[in-house]
């Protein structure tokens, strides 16, 4: 069997014998209705589309409460080497805790397109799809520094200048090239849309408008377009920059479920390394569990997405949801396994849920520590997304993601992930700070971190952190107070939080020698 329009048309009671949901809409009819009328154009069509969004829109097209799917934009190779080659299908193999698999072809991509350099036919494609009155959303996952105009040095890279200055007829970059997209629009009779990040990062829809608007005002100035355009996109009734809150798990293609399909039958699935360095394959592998709270502000009116799972409420929730996820019930915990993985020796989260002082530790900051601290947004239950946190996703056997690799950028993270509730405990009437103990000893473990040994006392490879040159000499010294008095790193002054002391005491004694970090762990959890 191969993932293709023929195989799928003429051998599909092998496909379901092997246990393959596949579509059960006319697909042909459906791509045909959305070349005609398009309503969702979707930037960035990597394993985070194809394993959510587009599977959503499949079970709705299934349903019969969609007769169209989605328009998918991403890079040449993709395009070349993935999508067209298999007709835009694709596989979903979403791997559940409780050992069970379920496979999927996916087949809601109606067109795929890209705007690469070199394919100007594709880029025209979508101009005309934006000048389109049937068009309601352009959704993005592009990754956070997908927004980003800027180089190193915080000024415009070259390219983005370029665009700047030569307005939207032949834009290079990439924000330039969405832009240049609503122009087309706005020309075309100032038609609203929503522009949608779905990017797991914090007010994701403020960084998308803020790098539309510096073109549009630019180009707005320098006469490059009509001098209202700026005002078309920095108005909400024309066009949305809703904010959202994502969280799904998807690594990259794992070489268990490529077995898998192999043995089902299916050829021709090998994953590509793209020339980005980016692992592709015709199939996706993921969690079961998925979030996505959007800010319902669509001037263009929007399909029925809720009857999907996805959750529609106001600005201001989504950015309770986003903090109770970020500083309460996954963020923190995933870096507590981070710290702790990598100085015990762990390269697998699922394993160190099997030791019992880790799940203790990361329960304690969960449940006793977070939740009476906890922002809750009405619209998800705190703690059933942390008992999912803790008894699904996190001890999911078949999930490979490593503490090495949360273990980057930590000292970044900690403000937010464990500094927002410290505070919380600060301004509160009935929490005392004094009772923290489980976040003081993620700080002190992430300081014995910080020393390169491990626990067994080995030399320990850290992950990648832009301020491992300034805090490991302190740390080797076993000179703290510097670290302590940094409210950039833990969102507080350790010393003005009362925490310092207990910090430094946790931090000696898993100083003492091998073995030290886990009979401390022990001790205190």
């Known amino acids: 069997m191969r993932l293709n329009e023929q195989s799928l048309q003429e051998e599909r009671a092998s496909w379901e014998a092997a246990g393959y949901r596949l579509p059960q809409y006319d697909r042909r009819a459906m791509a045909q209705a959305t070349r005609e009328n398009p309503f969702w154009v979707h930037f960035g069509a990597g394993n985070l589309f194809r394993a959510f969004q587009a599977n959503v829109a499949q079970d709705l097209l299934n349903k019969k409460i969609l007769d169209r799917g989605v328009i998918a934009v991403g890079d040449w190779e993709t395009m070349e080497k993935l999508s067209r080659p298999h007709d835009d299908y694709g596989a979903l193999v979403t791997l559940k805790a409780d050992g069970t698999i379920e496979k999927t072809i996916v087949g809601s991509v109606a ?53 700047l200055e030569a307005g939207p007829e032949n834009p290079q970059s990439f924000m330039g090239k969405i832009t240049a997209l609503l122009y087309a629009r ?41 001098p209202e355009f700026a005002r078309y996109t920095a108005d909400p009734e024309q066009v949305s920059f809703p904010w959202t809150m994502i969280d799904k798990i998807t690594p990259r293609p794992d070489a268990s479920v490529e077995a898998i399909l192999a043995k089902d039958g299916i050829e021709d699935l090998k994953p590509i390394v793209t020339s980005r360095n980016t692992y592709i ?47 309460t019930c996954l963020n923190p915990l995933h870096t507590a396994l981070a710290v702790f993985g990598c100085l015990l020796g762990y390269d697998a989260i699922s394993d160190e849920m099997k030791n019992n002082a880790l799940r203790k530790l990361v329960e304690g900051i969960g449940y006793d520590e977070g939740l009476p601290a906890v922002v809750d947004p009405g619209v998800l239950d705190p703690k059933k997304f942390l008992d999912d946190v803790l008894n699904i996703r996190f001890p999911n056997p078949f999930m490979p993601d490593t503490p090495q690799r949360i273990a980057t950028d930590t000292s970044q ?24 103990r489980y976040i003081p000893l993620v700080f002190a473990g992430w300081l014995r971190y910080l020393t390169g040994v491990d626990d067994e006392g080995r030399a320990l490879q850290l992950s990648p952190d832009p301020m491992l040159d300034v805090l490991c000499p302190y740390v080797k010294e076993e000179n703290l107070k510097p670290i302590f008095e940094d409210a950039e790193i833990f969102g507080v002054n350790l010393y003005c939080a009362n925490m310092a002391d207990k910090v430094e005491e946790y931090f000696r004694e898993m100083m003492a020698g091998p073995g030290a970090v886990r009979r401390t762990l022990e001790k205190y959890v």
């Open 186 to 226: 706005f020309k075309a009779g100032e038609k609203p849309l929503a522009m949608v990040s779905m990017d797991n990062c914090s007010h994701n829809g403020t960084r998308l408008y803020e790098a539309v608007s510096a073109f549009s005002i630019q180009w707005s100035q320098n006469g490059r377009t009509d």
């Open 281 to 327: 394959a015709p199939f996706v592998n993921t969690e079961e569990c998925q979030y996505l709270v959007i800010e319902d502000a669509f001037p263009a009116g929007r399909p029925p997405l809720e009857q999907g799972g996805l959750i529609f409420t106001d600005r201001e929730t989504v950015d309770k949801v986003e903090k109770m996820k970020v500083c």
């Open 413 to 436: 993270k900690l403000a937010v992930r464990f500094g927002e509730t410290i505070k919380a405990y600060q301004d509160s009437d009935r929490l005392d700070v004094k009772s923290l």
């Open 111 to 163: 067109e795929y397109l890209t705007i690469d350099p070199g394919y100007d036919g594709e880029y025209n494609r979508l101009r005309e799809i934006f000048t389109r009155e049937s068009l309601q959303m352009a959704t993005f996952t592009i990754t956070e520094k997908g927004y980003s105009l800027t180089g190193s040095d915080g000024s415009f890279t070259p390219e983005v200048q370029a665009d």
